[in-house]
């Protein structure tokens, strides 16, 4: 009775491994696809259809998002697309933020459905601002590109300043709810940053998030926040759905694909909401 209940759990465990590595592969491909972080769609997948504790969820998706990135910010680095100036001003903010909103969580760890709902609702205004951002993005862009806007109006020292703000506030928002540091990361950079070139937005942005995730990650680690199966299981399929997914990102219209990433990060964020 006891061998056949033990073959039960190990055949639910496997099954259960490999949907997470589906569902990797899913969320690593339409990465690939839009460009988007993976803690957008990742965390709320582990959240509403596997039913993760919110606080593991974030945890493992904080160390997976830097694995995963550790790969472009090196390519980025490698072809020279990366402000390492710009990259030490957001470290500057965010570090001390993640440290800070983390001693919070275990603070209020004490309280698990209190921890819940605030990690909940954290996760569902970074959605909402992701969604804004991905809207956004392309208008930036444009503005940036236009030969009569050459900054923001900030003095070298005050954009000094702002940046540091910005990386506190994605420090906050990833820390928190693992979700930030895509978009809503290039966002800022591109308001900022007007004149940056794309490509250096975004390899400045990626290597930006990987101290930030690796330490936010860690802390969650040390807290015992973090499922190692299931970052695994997570990785195995991710890694070769980001391939897949760049590949043939080009031959799907930008146009398209944020409207409708948009919407449905917009109506995952609703529906944590009304939880």
Same mark, same amino acid.
């Given at each position: 009775?006891?061998?056949?209940? =033990?073959?039960?759990?190990?055949?639910?465990?496997? @099954?259960?491994?490999?949907? @997470?590595?589906?569902?990797?592969?899913?969320?690593?491909?339409?990465?690939?696809?839009?460009?988007? +972080?993976? +803690?957008?769609? =990742? *965390?709320?997948?582990?959240?509403?259809?596997?039913?993760? !504790?919110? !606080?593991?969820?974030?945890?493992?998706?904080?160390?997976?998002?830097? %694995? *995963?990135?550790?790969?472009?910010?090196?390519?980025?680095?490698?072809?020279?697309?990366?402000?390492?100036?710009?990259?030490?001003?957001?470290?500057?903010?965010?570090?001390?933020?993640?440290?800070?909103?983390?001693? %919070?969580?275990?603070?209020?760890?004490?309280?698990?459905? @209190?921890?819940?709902?605030?990690?909940?609702?954290?996760? $569902?205004?970074?959605?909402?601002? *992701?969604?804004?951002?991905?809207?956004?993005?392309?208008? #930036?862009?444009?503005?940036?590109?236009?030969?009569?806007?050459?900054?923001?109006? /900030?003095?070298?020292?005050?954009?000094?300043?702002?940046?540091?703000?910005?990386?506190?506030?994605? +420090?906050?928002?990833?820390?928190?709810? $693992?979700?930030?540091?895509?978009? /809503?990361?290039?966002?800022?950079? #591109?308001?900022?940053?007007?004149?940056?070139?794309?490509?250096?937005?975004?390899?400045?942005?990626?290597?930006?998030?990987?101290?930030?995730?690796?330490?936010?990650?860690?802390? @969650?680690?040390?807290?015992?926040?973090?499922?190692? +199966?299931?970052?695994?299981?997570?990785?195995?399929?991710?890694?070769?759905?980001?391939?897949?997914?760049?590949?043939?990102?080009?031959?799907?219209?930008?146009?398209?694909?944020?409207?409708?990433?948009?919407?449905?990060?917009?109506?995952?964020? *609703?529906?944590?909401? #009304?939880?």
């Amino acid at each position: 009775m006891r061998v056949a209940y =033990m073959k039960d759990c190990y055949r639910a465990g496997v @099954y259960m491994d490999w949907f @997470y590595t589906v569902s990797g592969f899913a969320v690593g491909f339409i990465v690939g696809v839009t460009g988007v +972080g993976g +803690g957008s769609l =990742m *965390t709320p997948l582990l959240v509403l259809v596997f039913g993760i !504790a919110p !606080a593991t969820a974030v945890g493992t998706d904080l160390l997976y998002a830097a %694995l *995963t990135k550790m790969g472009g910010s090196w390519a980025h680095g490698r072809r020279g697309t990366i402000d390492w100036e710009v990259v030490k001003l957001l470290v500057l903010g965010s570090l001390p933020a993640s440290a800070l909103s983390m001693a %919070l969580l275990h603070y209020f760890a004490l309280d698990e459905s @209190y921890l819940k709902a605030v990690i909940t609702s954290m996760l $569902s205004v970074a959605l909402l601002l *992701t969604a804004i951002a991905l809207i956004l993005q392309p208008w #930036l862009q444009k503005m940036g590109q236009h030969k009569n806007r050459k900054s923001v109006g /900030l003095d070298p020292r005050h954009l000094r300043l702002a940046t540091i703000a910005s990386g506190f506030i994605l +420090g906050v928002l990833v820390t928190i709810s $693992s979700v930030g540091a895509g978009a /809503l990361g290039v966002v800022l950079l #591109l308001f900022l940053y007007p004149r940056m070139q794309g490509t250096k937005i975004v390899g400045t942005d990626i290597a930006h998030a990987v101290p930030l995730t690796l330490f936010a990650g860690l802390g @969650y680690a040390v807290m015992g926040l973090v499922d190692y +199966g299931l970052l695994g299981s997570l990785l195995i399929g991710s890694l070769p759905g980001v391939w897949l997914g760049s590949h043939l990102g080009a031959k799907i219209p930008d146009r398209i694909l944020r409207p409708i990433l948009a919407a449905m990060l917009m109506l995952i964020s *609703t529906k944590l909401m #009304l939880q």
